[in-house]
């Protein structure tokens, strides 16, 4: 992210504060900021007052939270593409808001056990899996795209710097006044981010009624795009490699503090501090380490750094050298996050962006949740010592993973919308219900030519089977060489139309121009829609 030169605005968008130039993310920026520090001051409350029930318990505080974005996070991403997502992020702000209400109220009548801080923390969760996918998908709404690694960057910087301030300041609140006045804080934090929302003058982008897929058809098409997209698989398969391993320096952070260390909340704040005062000065070298690590050197360096700290962790039972190492753990932490954010976010369409990220939230979240217990397990079983070794290899597997499974470039990816294809003419005008729709497209390349026009042709399968198809196949003609014939089943008219003019990118189009290039000079594709018989019947 070096400043061009060239021009001041070029500057301006290298940088990278450039997002908070604009007003509205810097006012959500800033709100976010006070609900996380809210966040943090909560969690150090709620894993405090947990110590006494075991270790496996204390890392049930993370999974509680993390675990409703495994149960959520796919429906929430299909709420935001087929909602006005400002209106679902304020019906998560208030639902957290009276939940945290609740958990302040049990706190200080001293009525406030295991079990029910831990379903208030769940619910919690769940307001934080609906917001999620909606929060990631209006980023692209409020910076320009060329500014998104930024943003990405500047919203770890915020979660870190929060992490920096918010376990301290609750580690003194929690010692000096007791967990409820953090749980009140945390309260009134949402409101913020809330009034923030209502002061947004932001166009309604609501898919109208007659447009919107159902909830499973909607499901199914963002895990069909998932699937048929290999730079997001590759970037989801990186997040699940690093985020088990990295979980285990969450999970057990309150038990070095208290087992290893001997420090009490204070303490523990202080070590959460650490992190988060190392990943503040790691937003200011990610962009020297981009230029000169590249996006696969960042996640190695990353996963190597994390392994050394949960070795030293491990072995030495020193206050300071404790602290002392967590500070690259922040830089290797917000280094990672960042740049696997950056890689989903730049790769996804804005049809389909809440439910892409929905999936990332899912792999993010639910790696945290099913790791954390794993973590409090073997500890309970072994030893802390043993468990961070543990978390040491898994670390160093990590790493050594990206020698087989590199994180892919963006060379050729853009997903801005491309409306190419012409209406289809028809004799009749289809009912959006109307299907299965039989799309046939033939085409007639040199023999010679047929191997790469096959070749080619892979991509395009991809783009059809991302944005609609449910079968799609690649035909040679016994009678004629060189004459193809493409065939893909859609399951509606309305599906189709959406291909048209809603889900096709300028990457599809380019994958389309490589193939048709291919093409004998002077002709061009020809292309059919054939209905399902019974449904539809005969033409008039």
Not at 95 to 119: C, G, Q, R, Y
Not at 397 to 409: D, F, P, Q, V
């Amino acid at each position: 992210m070096s400043a061009s030169t060239t021009t001041g605005g070029t500057a301006r968008s290298a940088s990278a504060w450039a997002p908070l130039a604009r007003p509205v993310f810097r006012a959500l920026w800033i709100a976010q900021f006070v609900s996380n520090i809210g966040t943090w001051m909560q969690t150090v409350g709620a894993q405090w007052l947990l110590l006494g029930h075991g270790a496996t318990m204390v890392t049930l505080v993370q999974t509680a939270s993390s675990l409703p974005i495994v149960l959520l996070a796919l429906p929430s991403g299909v709420l935001a593409d087929r909602f006005d997502r400002r209106g679902l992020l304020l019906v998560a702000q208030l639902a957290m808001f009276a939940v945290s209400v609740v958990l302040t109220v049990l706190a200080f009548a001293d009525a406030l056990s295991a079990v029910p801080l831990l379903a208030l923390t769940f619910l919690l969760g769940c307001g934080t899996a609906l917001m999620g996918p909606s929060w990631q998908a209006i980023q692209p709404e409020l910076v320009e795209r060329e500014q998104l690694g930024q943003a990405s960057a500047l919203g770890a910087v915020n979660m870190n710097l929060a992490r920096a301030v918010g376990p301290a300041l609750g580690g003194v609140v929690v010692a000096a006044a007791g967990a409820g006045w953090v749980f009140g804080f945390n309260a009134l934090s949402f409101l913020g981010i809330a009034a923030v929302l209502l002061l947004w003058h932001r166009p309604r982008t609501t898919v109208p009624a007659a447009e919107r897929e159902r909830l499973l058809t909607a499901l199914y098409a963002g895990r069909r795009y998932v699937w048929n997209a290999p730079g997001i698989r590759r970037v989801l398969l990186r997040t699940a490699l690093f985020i088990p391993g990295a979980a285990a320096l969450w999970s057990l952070l309150p038990l070095i503090a208290a087992d290893s260390l001997g420090m009490g909340s204070g303490g523990y704040g202080l070590l959460l501090g650490a992190v988060g005062f190392g990943a503040v000065g790691g937003a200011f070298a990610l962009p020297w380490l981009r230029e000169r690590l590249g996006i696969n050197g960042i996640l190695a360096a990353g996963a190597v750094v994390f392994a050394l700290v949960l070795l030293v962790l491990a072995t030495v039972h020193i206050t300071w050298l404790a602290v002392l190492v967590l500070l690259p753990a922040g830089v290797a932490w917000i280094g990672v996050l960042s740049t696997l954010n950056a890689a989903i976010q730049t790769r996804l369409p804005g049809w389909v962006r809440a439910r892409g990220l929905a999936v990332y939230l899912l792999v993010f979240q639910g790696g945290q949740a099913l790791a954390a217990p794993v973590w409090g397990a073997l500890v309970q079983w072994l030893s802390l010592t043993t468990a961070l070794l543990v978390g040491t290899a898994v670390m160093l597997l990590s790493a050594l993973s990206l020698r087989r499974w590199r994180l892919y470039g963006m060379e050729g990816i853009d997903p801005t919308l491309s409306d190419h294809w012409p209406t289809p003419p028809l004799v009749f005008v289809p009912g959006p219900s109307d299907g299965p729709v039989l799309v046939s497209v033939v085409y007639r390349v040199a023999p010679d030519d047929s191997p790469a026009f096959v070749e080619a042709m892979d991509n395009v399968a991809r783009s059809r089977r991302r944005t609609g198809a449910l079968t799609w196949g690649l035909f040679q003609d016994g009678n004629e060489p060189g004459r193809f014939i493409e065939n893909y089943l859609v399951g509606s008219w309305a599906e189709h139309l959406a291909q048209h003019h809603n889900r096709l990118t300028t990457t599809d189009r380019s994958f389309e121009d490589k193939a048709r290039a291919l093409l004998l000079p002077g002709t061009a594709p020809e292309v059919t829609h054939a209905f399902d018989a019974s449904a539809v019947g005969p033409f008039h």
